[in-house]
């Protein structure tokens, strides 16, 4: 299937690595022009990958989504070497984890900043220029902890409902004007992160690696995690013009963990 995304521009923040990268890779293949940005020192290695791998153009910015003015750079520097944005995709680094008992109010303030406010932010510099256009599309990438509150995790369990109410709230506002606006929720993926989470479990539990995964993918009905190629391949496809239909729509990429019927 032809997605039509050729010399189309997607702007993937938080794309050094991980499920960001992974987005990042498959744009640049199905022939998008591809802009991305990170904190981290890794971002120079990952840009010159992309454009290796797949030929795109790739613009790299280093910024910290939880910084305004960061945010409002990233855009404006994507817009001055492209020239538009015809999709955002908003990914951030996780937030923390833990349980109500074991974090601040000032562990909840400092997770809204990342994971509500960048996308919030993002939104707000780049909806007015797909506005002007008259087209545009927007991914939230947010966690299956929307559905199902995952141990541990209180913050990302409370506040990625708040990202999924944003991006239901503008569907509803910018379908009308030609913007299509979706999340996509993944369970567990293989990433660096899930790698160092891995590890993290069993040196605390004094398990190994292998174990603590037999333990998560236990209760997915596909028996193993995503790669991170499949998530790439879902988000490239929800964004693209050829889900034109698909709209303020919640994507569970989850392996069947929720087991609701709806
Ligand atoms: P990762 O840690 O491998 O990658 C995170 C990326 O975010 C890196 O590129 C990092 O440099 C960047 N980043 C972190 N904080 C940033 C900031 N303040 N400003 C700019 N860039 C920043 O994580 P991942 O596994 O790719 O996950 C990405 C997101 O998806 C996270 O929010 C994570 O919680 C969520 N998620 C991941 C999974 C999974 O299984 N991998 C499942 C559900 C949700």
Same mark, same amino acid.
């Given at each position: ?9 997607? #702007? ?40 290796? /791998? ?44 833990? +349980? ?10 400092? $997770? ?6 960048? $996308? ?39 506040? /990625? ?18 913007? /299509?606006?979706?999340?996509i ?16 479990? $069993? ?11 037999? /333990?998560?993918?236990?209760? #997915?009905?596909? +028996? ?6 499949e998530f790439?391949r879902a988000v490239?496809w929800l $964004? ?10 919640? #994507?569970?990429f ?7 019927? #709806?």
């Amino acid at each position: 299937m032809d997605l039509g995304l050729k010399d189309h521009v997607a #702007l993937v923040t938080a794309a050094s690595r991980g499920l960001g990268k992974a987005a990042a890779m498959e744009f640049a293949r199905e022939g998008a022009k591809v802009a991305i940005c990170a904190r981290s020192d890794q971002l120079a290695g990952t840009t010159e990958e992309i454009s290796d /791998r797949t030929g795109a153009e790739v613009l790299a910015i280093r910024a910290d989504l939880t910084k305004p003015d960061d945010i409002q750079t990233l855009v404006q520097k994507t817009l001055e070497r492209f020239g538009q944005i015809d999709i955002l995709i908003t990914n951030a680094g996780g937030p923390p984890p833990g +349980g109500f008992l074991n974090l601040r109010p000032e562990d909840w303030e400092a $997770a809204v900043e990342l994971t509500l406010m960048s $996308a919030v932010r993002l939104c707000y510099a780049v909806i007015p220029h797909m506005l002007e256009r008259g087209e545009g599309s927007i991914v939230a990438t947010q966690s299956y902890s929307v559905k199902q509150p995952i141990d541990h995790l209180i913050l990302s369990n409370s506040i /990625r409902l708040a990202v999924i109410g944003l991006m239901k709230s503008l569907a509803n506002e910018l379908g009308p004007k030609g913007i /299509r606006v979706n999340s996509i929720n993944p369970a567990w993926t293989w990433t660096e992160r899930v790698q160092e989470l891995m590890t993290d479990r $069993a040196n605390r539990n004094q398990t190994s690696i292998d174990e603590e995964i037999s /333990r998560v993918t236990a209760e #997915l009905p596909l +028996g193993r995690m995503a790669t991170v190629e499949e998530f790439g391949r879902a988000v490239v496809w929800l $964004a693209s013009p050829a889900a034109s239909f698909i709209h303020g729509h919640a #994507l569970m990429f989850d392996g069947g963990a929720i087991k609701a019927a #709806l």
